[in-house]
Nanobody, 125 residues
Framework: QVQLVESGGGLVQAGGSLRLSCAAS????????MGWFRQAPGKEREFVAA????????YHADSVKGRFAISRDNAKNTVYLQMNSLKQEDTAVYYC??????????????????WGQGTQLTVSS
């Protein structure tokens, strides 16, 4: 069992930066691939980024490529999402998720086993 708690969301102006964190409980955090998803009001949940258990493989959605970066610190049981050059369309609730079956790197929600409660990001003009 893995419990995930996101933090770091808030209100930021367009063009600004923010870093989300996701703290995981459990001793087996390093065995899981981790991902970030987001859901804007009235829209379906969208994949944002994923990272392999070792951190050696990452994948980012085209909509955030070059602006967002996922990383992890297994010693701290934490995964991060660094978000730069934020746009209004990035406004959403951001969720982190953990996947036991990590290969190939999961990019769809149905491959993730555990989810956090989400943290709100609002980007203003």
């Amino acid at each position: 069992q893995v419990q995930l708690v996101e933090s770091g969301g808030g209100l930021v102006q367009a063009g600004g930066s923010l870093r989300l964190s996701c703290a995981a409980s459990g001793r087996t955090f390093s065995r899981y691939a981790m991902g970030w998803f987001r859901q804007a009001p009235g829209k379906e949940r969208e994949f944002v980024a994923a990272i392999s258990w070792s951190g050696g493989i990452t994948y980012h959605a085209d909509s955030v490529k070059g602006r967002f970066a996922i990383s992890r610190d297994n010693a701290k049981n934490t995964v991060y999402l660094q978000m730069n050059s934020l746009k209004q369309e990035d406004t959403a609730v951001y969720y982190c998720a953990a996947a036991q079956n990590s290969l190939p790197l999961p990019t769809t929600g149905d491959r993730y086993d555990y989810w956090g409660q989400g943290t709100q990001l609002t980007v203003s003009s």
